[in-house]
């Protein structure tokens, strides 16, 4: 079995990992005998996922279909934000949890 990637970063995602797929195929309609393509999987893990439904829509029909299915996806309920957070802290091992007392909810100035 080949390793799947995340479509935009190209990070590896685990076997049962957290991720959203979109399933592409194309089949005819109206014209016999029926023909229909294999289908075929994009992966993006969650951080492209939330990235991708809060950023500008992109460029072509089939890049706009996938895209309002993320966003909807997005939008639906809060678990895939959680699981970009999760990934993203630990990617970057920096970010707080939110539930740091001593930030009192006010922003720190970089630098």
Excluded: H
Aim: charged share 20%.
């Amino acid at each position: 079995m080949q390793p799947v990637t995340c479509l935009r970063c190209r990070r590896e995602i685990q076997t049962g990992g957290k991720s959203v797929a979109v399933y592409m195929f194309a089949q005819t309609v109206g014209v016999r005998p029926r023909q229909k393509s294999a289908a075929n999987r994009i992966c993006f893990c969650p951080q492209c996922a939330v990235s991708l439904a809060m950023g500008l829509p992109p460029e072509g029909a089939l890049n706009m279909a996938a895209w309002d299915m993320i966003r909807d996806l997005v939008s639906a309920e809060p678990s895939l934000n959680e699981a970009a957070w999760e990934g993203l802290r630990g990617i970057v091992g920096l970010l707080s949890d939110g539930k740091d007392e001593s930030s009192n909810g006010r922003l720190r100035r970089a630098g």
